[in-house]
């Protein structure tokens, strides 16, 4: 298996068929946020809760300049017929593209074939990778357990946050609560930032304030 892409390193390029045809991700991408997402196989149950979700919730990505593409190892007939199907039966059009992996070479370059969990199935990967083609963030799930789709979003607002205003962000935040001030790494500006009124500060190393 190869290795799985890291926080930092550039997401590998890869062209793939695909449900909206043919696609190269560095020419697909068009400057936007991307989250790549793959799932076990077509015709599940798990998955089609997420394919769903996922497409019930796509105009949030696409508000957020972000762009969301799935993944499995199933041949492009298949993924036509499960999308009909979430539609007929769900009443969900699925709007973005299916990645037909048949070759695996787009899973073996984001290592997410696990041979623990499966050696013919992809687990459950998500990659948000940012306009310059960097993973900034990825997650894992097995094949049992269902994704929350809340969570990539809120995943993504917070790391589009801290990449326009060079700050963190707290446990369980969302837009509009506090955020905070990276830690200063001399005495000088440590004690300026102890005189400045628009921060909370709660201990020399942890302060907030609004954006």
């Known amino acids: 298996m190869a ?3 890291r926080i930092g390193d550039a997401a590998p390029d890869f062209t793939a068929l695909t449900t909206h045809g043919s696609l190269t991700l560095s020419e697909w991408q068009a400057g936007k946020w991307v989250v790549l997402f793959s799932h076990p196989a077509d015709f599940t149950p798990v998955c ?3 394919i769903g979700e996922l497409a019930r919730r796509n ?12 993944l499995s190892i199933d041949s492009i007939h298949s993924h036509l017929a499960w999308l009909d199907s979430i539609e007929g039966k769900l009443g969900i059009e699925v709007p973005f593209p299916m990645i037909a992996d048949l070759d695996m ?7 997410m074939i696990h041979p623990g969990a499966s050696a013919t ?27 929350n ?4 979003i809120r995943l993504v607002d917070s790391l589009q946050a801290s990449s326009s205003q ?6 369980n935040w969302r837009p509009g609560d506090k955020v905070i001030v990276p830690a200063t790494t001399t005495m000088t500006t440590r004690k300026a930032r102890l005189l400045d009124g628009s921060l909370e500060h709660v201990t020399p190393y942890l302060a907030y304030k609004q954006i």
Not at 105 to 111: I, L, R, S, T
Not at 149 to 152: K, L, S, T, V
């Open 48 to 50: 089609t809760t997420e």
């Open 149 to 152: 789709i809340e969570e990539i």
């Open 59 to 70: 105009a949030e990505f696409e508000a957020r300049g972000v762009r969301l593409i799935g």
């Open 105 to 111: 070479k787009v899973a073996e370059a984001y290592g």
């Open 166 to 171: 060079g700050i963190a962000t707290p446990a």
């Open 121 to 147: 199935a992809t687990v459950r990967a998500v990659f948000v990778i940012d306009p310059s083609r960097t993973v900034r963030a990825l997650i894992y799930y097995p094949l049992t357990n269902g994704r």
């Open 3 to 5: 290795g799985i892409p």
